[in-house]
């Protein structure tokens, strides 16, 4: 009888750990996040963004002197969308779905140039007058923006004293910066992290 015990479990060891194997695999598959739902929260975060910063734009108070501690207000906006955009950029190497978190960047990215330009055109024509060919309102200032912006220009409104048509400047090389250098990035990124099927490093364990 005792060989038949020995061959009973023998028999009964690999349906034994092939359960187990099957148990450990559904619980790995049960704690990995879905691939689609992580899709559809990056698709609806540049939404998002877009939503709160036109939120801001209209509910915020510019009717504000411009002063040289507004120009340091917009210098410091920039570098907050240049390293957004960095951070962006590393994130898009390290991402399972490369191209959609660049594109989802560019989206979030664009907006923060585009309001940062039109709050700064509104307080200014708030504050001066003579700056602009006529008065800006919010929705003007986001026109404006997005026509300097887009190098469309149907003259409409033009910049008529020297601070405005130096913001007017400054906003033009923003936005060369930003289409020729940190869009190519991100670009780039999304490439290179689409051409690496492993993107992630691999923790090393602690030494004993």
Do not use: K
Request: glycine share 4%; proline share 9%; hydrophobic share 50%.
């Amino acid at each position: 009888m005792a060989p038949v015990a020995d061959l009973t479990g023998d028999i009964e060891r690999p349906s034994t750990h092939a359960a187990m194997d099957r148990l450990i695999r559904s619980g790995r598959s049960a704690r990995r996040p879905r691939r689609p739902t992580v899709r559809v929260v990056r698709v609806l975060r540049p939404a998002f963004v877009i939503v709160a910063l036109l939120v801001w734009y209209f509910v915020a108070p510019l009717n504000r002197p411009w002063t040289p501690r507004m120009a340091l207000v917009v210098l410091a906006g920039l570098l907050v969308v240049g390293a957004v955009t960095v951070w962006q950029i590393r994130a898009v190497l390290v991402s399972p779905t490369p191209r959609l978190r660049a594109a989802s960047a560019l989206v979030t990215s664009f907006p923060l140039i585009v309001v940062l330009f039109a709050a700064s055109y509104v307080v200014m024509s708030h504050d001066r007058r003579d700056a602009f060919s006529e008065p800006l309102s919010r929705i003007d200032g986001l026109y404006f923006a997005m026509t300097v912006f887009t190098t469309v220009g149907f003259g409409d409104i033009a910049p008529r004293s020297q601070p405005a048509r130096l913001l007017v400047l400054v906003q033009m090389l923003a936005n060369l910066i930003y289409v020729g250098l940190l869009a190519r990035a991100l670009f780039e990124a999304a490439r290179v992290g689409a051409a690496n099927p492993h993107p992630h490093p691999r923790r090393r364990s602690p030494r004993r």
